[in-house]
């Protein structure tokens, strides 16, 4: 028998996705930069460190994404013993 209910464990808060979906998106859009040269859509995709701007921010963003869920792993871990 677990220590939560199922639907309480299997939530992902709203500001985990709200900074992940955007760090997915970044990652995508840098390994897509990284591929192929896009210089003749936009003149700042033909510079040289577009990619790895988007990438670097990407990391940002997943790591950031990360805290609400670690944090709520956190607090259901700590639950007092009545809840459980």
């Known amino acids: ?3 939560m209910p199922a639907a309480r464990r299997a939530t992902v808060p709203i500001s985990a ?3 992940g979906l955007p760090g997915l998106a970044c990652l995508f859009a840098g390994l897509v930069l990284l591929a192929g040269d896009f210089s003749d859509l936009h003149p700042l995709l033909a510079e040289s460190g577009t ?4 990438i670097v921010s990407a990391i940002a963003l997943l790591g ?3 805290f609400p869920v670690v944090l709520r ?3 259901d871990a ?3 013993a009545a809840d459980q």
């Open 51 to 54: 990619a790895i701007v988007l």
């Open 17 to 19: 996705w709200l900074l």
């Open 78 to 80: 700590d639950a007092p």
């Open 64 to 66: 950031s994404a990360a």
């Open 1 to 3: 028998m677990t220590n």
């Open 73 to 75: 792993h956190l607090a």
